[in-house]
């Protein structure tokens, strides 16, 4: 089985801060996303990367970063987190052309 | 720009009822569809998925979707829902090649109760 894991289920962080979401799968799967979960919006793309130290923005990118410096990890940096960046954030892997498999999510609350 | 809507936000239902949830993708071409289920306090998880072939897929725990390519439609379905089916169902679309990165795009989602 694919193994997804996330760094924390539950996260509280004051505005301002500097905040990183961690992601590690065991698959060795070349693509690895960020999405934000929102009621009533789904999922929305954050950032993707296809592979080490390359990434593409995805459909709302401002006020966050990546990082990959390994094919298993995949980093996602709040430069300065704001209120409006409380959610549920959730990491998928896959290969070019099979199913994305999810992690268990971080929720964030930023106070 | 590539779009996935699902019709409904939210479903109650009775045990033993039908269950239809609607999907519709923006436009044509090749693409590939999946259904993913979100039940409380757990993983999103895959339900079933159409990449080619029959159009008439089935996925675990009952249920199936349906694939009409002339409708852009992917709609879900399972003849007779139980309590434990109580989740949040994501539809979501691949347009292939997408840089061959495998890209979704998610619909809003429909929370689904299912009453006793």
């Known amino acids: 089985d694919v193994k997804v894991t996330q760094s924390s289920r539950y996260l509280v962080k004051r505005t301002g801060e500097k905040v990183f979401l961690e992601c590690v799968q065991d698959?060795?799967?070349?693509?690895m996303f960020w999405y934000r979960q929102d009621p009533g919006l789904g999922l929305r793309l954050i950032y993707f990367s296809y592979d080490v130290k390359m990434k593409e923005k995805g459909d709302i990118p401002e006020g966050y970063s990546v990082s990959r410096e390994k094919k298993e990890r995949f980093s996602l940096i709040l430069e300065s987190a704001s209120t409006n960046q409380t959610s549920m954030y959730l990491c998928?892997?896959?290969?070019?052309?099979?199913?994305?498999?999810f992690g268990p999510g971080t929720r964030l609350t930023v106070l | 720009a590539q779009s996935v809507s699902q019709h409904n936000h939210h479903v109650i239902l009775s045990e033993a009822a039908s269950l239809e949830l609607g999907c519709n993708y923006s436009?044509?071409?090749?693409?590939?569809l999946f259904w993913y289920v979100q039940y409380p306090g757990q993983h999103l998880q895959l339900l079933l998925k159409y990449f080619s072939g029959d159009p008439l897929v089935k996925g675990i725990k009952g249920f199936e979707a349906e694939f009409i390519k002339s409708k852009f439609s992917f709609n879900l379905r399972k003849p007779s829902v139980q309590w434990s089916d109580t989740a949040e169902y994501f539809c979501?679309?691949?347009?292939?090649?997408?840089?061959?990165?495998?890209?979704?795009?998610f619909g809003a989602g429909t929370r689904l109760a299912v009453h006793p």
């Open positions: 998928a892997t896959t290969t070019s052309t099979d199913t994305q498999y």
């Open positions: 698959m060795d799967h070349e693509n």
């Open positions: 436009y044509g071409g090749t693409v590939n």
């Open positions: 979501a679309v691949n347009w292939p090649p997408s840089g061959g990165y495998n890209k979704l795009i």
